[in-house]
């Protein structure tokens, strides 16, 4: 029996002009540089980090499962972020440019990242690269000024080995399947690190014409 054909004009995401991803362990500025990145390049910016904060926020399902898995630093289930991720991705205007912060961070993620984009695939993925002694002391000083939940020294280091074990390999994948990988020295001022950032963006959409949307 032949196989039900898959109508994937049918999905938004595959419509998106340019999908750019900003990876980095925690601390390492993704959400600080993505909304300068957003604002540069006019991109739609969705961080799974502010999502899951809203929804604890909001006391809705799915912060009080994520509430607890966050606080001790630990990343929430795959199929969780898989499906808000999904349909966050399926409100965004489809002729939009679009940056992903937080979103994949694990090898599974991502696999369902590029399960949700088929045929197109990510354009480029921005690294930060911090040492792990000023991420600390970068959270340390966050959870002094902000008071966030997962700031707290034991879910800092627990965060830090869920990103050496779990997330850090997710990088590998979109290097094997031929994704620019853009690695960005994230030490420095705020705006000393974003203009390498739009350097390095820049020079790929010079470069890579699925990139030249931005
Ligand atoms: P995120 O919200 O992604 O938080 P993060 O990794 O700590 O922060 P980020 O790298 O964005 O750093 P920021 O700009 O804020 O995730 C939080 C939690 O949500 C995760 O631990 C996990 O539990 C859950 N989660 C999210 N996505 C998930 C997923 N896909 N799967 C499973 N779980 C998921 O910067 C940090 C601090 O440094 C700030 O105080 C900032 O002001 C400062 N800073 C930034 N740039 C600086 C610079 N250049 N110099 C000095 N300080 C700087």
């Known amino acids: 029996m032949a196989a039900a054909a898959v109508d994937r004009t049918a999905r938004a995401p595959a419509g998106f002009t340019v999908i750019g ?5 925690p601390g390492s500025g993704k959400g600080t540089q993505a909304a300068r990145v957003e604002k540069e390049f006019g991109m739609s910016h969705l961080s799974t980090g502010e999502i899951l904060r809203s929804e604890v926020a909001h006391g809705s399902a ?3 499962e994520a509430a607890r898995i966050m606080a001790a630093g ?3 289930p795959d ?3 898989d499906r808000i991720v999904e349909s966050r991705l399926s409100r965004i ?16 993620q991502a696999k369902a990242l590029d399960a949700m984009l088929a045929p197109r695939q990510v354009d480029f993925v921005v690294s930060l690269d911090v040492p792990e002694a000023a991420l ?5 000083h966050r959870a002094a000024v902000e008071g966030r939940a997962d700031d707290t020294r034991d879910a800092i280091m627990e965060r830090m080995h869920e990103y050496h074990h779990r997330t850090a390999s997710v990088l590998d994948h979109y290097r094997e399947q031929g994704v620019p990988v853009l690695e960005v020295d994230g030490v420095g001022d705020v705006d000393v690190v974003f203009d ?4 390095a963006i820049k020079k ?3 470069s890579k014409p699925r990139a030249r949307g931005i």
């Open 21 to 25: 991803l900003i990876f980095g362990p």
């Open 136 to 140: 600390i002391d970068r959270l340390l």
């Open 93 to 108: 205007d489809p002729t939009s440019n679009v940056l992903l912060d937080g979103f994949p961070r694990t090898t599974e």
């Open 79 to 81: 199929d969780l972020i």
């Open 74 to 76: 630990d990343l929430v």
């Open 196 to 199: 390498r950032v739009r350097q």
């Open 62 to 64: 799915v912060g009080k």
């Open 204 to 206: 790929l959409a010079a």
